[in-house]
C-alpha cells in the first residue's frame, strides 16, 4: 500500500466528488454534512452517534440516562436501518471526511478490513482505564498489529436454536428445552437428523423445520477458529474443511427439503415468523428481540430457546471515535461507559443483546434473566453458558461479511434446485470477483 | 454562476453602448458597432451559459472523471490511491459472463416493461381523449402513479408479489394455481419488476399522449369520418400518424429509463439478493451490477467501468436508430 502513490486530501476530494456523481449515476444521493456535527459550545458539549439495526443503546433509554447525569452533554444519535446499507455510507464517508459521526458502529464482519485498511480514521483506546473487563477474543478483533485499540466491544452473538414447541409436541418430539438440546447435543448433523424426523412425523399443516439452510451453515462455520481466511490473511475458504463441512450439512438439509426457503432477515421471513411457517432457527441472541417482534403477541409462550449442538459466536459489535471529531475525549468517555458492564447487562435485561463484557456475563442480575415471550427460557444461564463456549481465538478476514452474505445466496440456490456442485462453484466465482 | 454575471454584463454593456455612439468619432462607431454585433451575436451565449457551466461542473467533469476512474483499480475505502490498469477493467467486463447476463436482462426487462406500457398508454390516451364525464378526474387519476416515489411503489408490490403470503399467488391459489416464486424464477420475476416500472409510468405516457392528441386538427377527422373510417381506422389512420412525433420521443425516454433500470429490482429483490438481482442474478440489471461492484464489492474503478459501458450502449442504441432511419427514408 506504501508503495502507491498517495496523494493530497484536494485531489481526494475531487475523487470523492466524482464517486458521488457514480452514487447519483446509481440513483442514490450522499449526504454532505459537514465535519461530526459534535462539538463545544458555552461549556455544552455535543456527541454524534450513528449506529445500525437495533444495538440497544436507543431502544433501553442509555443516552437519556448519559445526559441526565452528566448535564453539559447532548447526545445526538443517527440509526440506519440495516448494517448492509449503513457500512458503504460509512466507507464512502470515511474516505470523503464528511458526514462522519464522533462515534460510529463497527460490526463484527468488518472489523477486520476497518482494522487493516482505516485505522489512521479511528482514535486509539487503549490508554483506557478499566477497560479490561471483556471477553478474551473480543477486544483483539479491533485491535491492530501495533496494538491500536480502535473501539470497545458492544454485544456478541452466542447462538442457541429457537423452537416451536407446538409444532415439536405434533411432531411427536420432546417439548422440553433439556430433552430438545439433548436430541441434538454435540453435533450439528443430528440437528438435520432431527429435522427428518419431524418431516415424516409433522402432521397439521405446511411447516419445514428450519427457516433457511444458511442459518445452519453460518452457525457451523462460526463454531471454528478460521474460517474463511488463515492467520496469515490468506483466504482458505475452498480448502477449509470447516466451511466444506457445513456447506455439505447445509446442502443436505437444503435438498431434503427441511427448509422454508427463506431469506434471513428479508421481509418474508417476518410473515414466515408471524405465520409459523417453520418450525426451528438458529438464533444468535440478537435474534431474538427479532423473533418477538415479529412472530408477535398470538405466538407468546410457543416459542422456546434450547441449547445449540456446539459453541458459536454470530455476529456482535464495537463502537469506535473517528480522528476527526472535535470531541475525542468526551466521545471515547462515552464509549466506555455505554460499554461498561453496568449498561451491558442493563441492555441485556432490557433488549436480549448478550454482554462482551466478561465482567457483565458473571453478575448475578443477568445469570438470571429469562425470557417471558420464549417460555420463560433462561436466556441469562442458556447465552452465558454459549458465550464460554466460544472459540478463543476466532480469526476475521477482511471480507467475512461479503462472503458470508455470497454463500447464504449460494445455498438459497441449491434450495431452488440448483446442483450443490454447481452452486459452489457459482458461488466460488462470485467469492473470486468480490474479495480482489 | 460567476462566469454568467460577468457576460450578462457584458452584454448589458453592448447594448448601452449605441446610445453613447452618435456624437462620437468614427472609432467610436466602430467600437459601437462591435459591441452592436457582440450584443446580437454574443448574448444568447450568455444566456444559456449557466446551463452550460452547470451542466459541465454536475454532468461533464463527472463523466470524464468516471472515464478516468474506470482505467484505475480503485477501492471505495481508499479512493486517494489509485493503481493504473489501462484497459484491463474493460476487458473484464467484456469477458464476464455477469456482464452479458445483465445486459440480457436489462434488455427483456426493457422489452416486458416498455412495449405493453406504451400500448397501454396510447390506449388510455385515446379513451381519455373521447369528451366525458370527470375527465379531469381521470386525468390526474393516471397522473397519481408517476408522482409515488419509486422506493414506496416497489415495496408495495414486493409485498404483493411475495411467496407465502402476498396477494397475486393468494389470488392464483383461489382460481387454483399452484403459487409462483416470484422472486427467486426467472421470468416471474422479471415479469414482477416490469410490472412496477409499468404501473408507474403508463399514466404518465399517457398524458404526453393525449396532449399530442389534442393538438391533432379535429377537420381531419371530419375528413376521414366523411371518407367512412370507422373509429378504428380513424385511430390508425389520423390519430397515431399526428402523435408520431411524440411517440418517437416516448420511446426514445423509456429506452434511456430502461438502460437506467435500478430502484426497483434493488427493492424487489431486499438486502443482499436486491443488489447482485436474485440469488442466481435472474433479475440484475446494468445498473444493479454497477451497484454491486462499487457498494458490495467496493471496487469503484470496476463500476465506473459498467457506467461507461452503460453511456456507450445508450449510444450504440442511437447509432443504430439514425442509421435505420437514413435507410428508411433512402428505400422510401
Redesign the interface.
Known sequence: MSMLHRSSRRRAAAVVAAAGALALVAGCGGSDESVTGGGKKDGKVTITVGLYGVMGFKETGLFEKYEKENPNVDVKVEVAGDEQTYYPALQTRLAAGKGLKDIQGIEIGRAKEIVETQADKFVDFSDVKGADHFLPWKQGQITTKDGKVLGLGTDIGPMAVCYRRDYFEKAGLPTDREEVAKLWAGDWKKYVEVGRTFKENFKGGDVAFMDAASGLFNAMVFGYPEQYYNAEGDLIYDTNPAVKEAWNLAADAAEDDLSAKLRQFQPGWDPGLANGTFATAVCPAWMLGHIREKAGEPNKGKWDIAKAPKGANWGGSFLGVVEQSPVKEEAKKLVAWLTAPEQQAHIFQQQGSVPSSQKALELPEVKKVTDEYFNNAPTGQIFGEAAQEIPDNQILGRKDGTIKDTISQGLALVEQGTSRDEAWKTTGERIKKAVR | MATSTTKAQAGGAGRRGPSRTPGGDGTGRRRGALLHRLDVKGAPYAFVAPFFVVFAA?SF???L??S??SLHR??????????WVALDNYIELWNDS?FWNALGNTITIGIISTVPQLLMALGLAHLLNYRMRGSLFFRVASLVPYATSVGAAALVF??IF????GMINWGLGLVGIDPV?W???KWPAQLAISTIVIWRWTGYNALLYLAAMQAVPADRYEAAAIDGASRWKQFTHVTVPGIRSTIVFTIVLSTIGAT?L??EPLIFG????GV?GG??NQYQTL?LL??EE???????GR??TV?WAMFLLLVLVFVAQRLIKRLRSRTS
Request: net charge negative; charged share 25%; glycine share 8%.
Open positions: 454536475f467533469y463527472p463523466l472523471y468516471t478516468w476512474i480503485v477501492e471505495l475505502a481508499t479512493l486517494d490511491v489509485m493503481e455477469r414486493t409485498m411475495e411467496r407465502d403470503f416464486d422472486e427467486a424464477d437506467q435500478f430502484g431486499q438486502g443482499p439478493n447482485t440469488a442466481d445498473g454497477l451497484y462499487g457498494w458490495k464489492n467496493y471496487q469503484m463500476s465506473a457506467a
